[in-house]
């Protein structure tokens, strides 16, 4: 993944898994890569990664089972309303 240099990588991190979890890559219920494992991926520090996991579990897109890892979203509703949100986005920077 390729980073713009004017947004916060961890913002850019979270769109992405964002982009994942509406385009049905990430489906609801699945277990998601370690914070080391996704640093990696990413070419980023484990910190930023787990800054934006922990912003992506506030939002409710992501929940933590002790000891098990992380998860995606069952909330249906939820990811329906993200991928609303995430089109609504992309007409408004198309039109502007």
């Not at 916060?8 to 914070?35: C, F, N, T």
């Not at 070419?43 to 998860?71: D, F, I």
């Amino acid at each position: 993944m390729e980073f713009q240099s004017n947004i916060p990588i961890y913002l850019q991190i979270m769109d992405d898994i964002k982009q994942q979890i509406v385009s049905g890559r990430l489906k609801p219920g699945d277990k998601l890569a370690s914070v080391r494992d996704l640093a990696m991926q990413y070419g980023v520090n484990p910190n930023t990664v787990q800054k934006a996991l922990s912003e992506l579990e506030w939002e409710k897109l992501l929940y933590t089972m002790r000891t098990a890892g992380r998860y995606v979203t069952e909330d249906a509703g939820l990811i329906a309303a993200l991928r609303e949100q995430l089109a609504g986005e992309r007409i408004l920077r198309i039109v502007v």
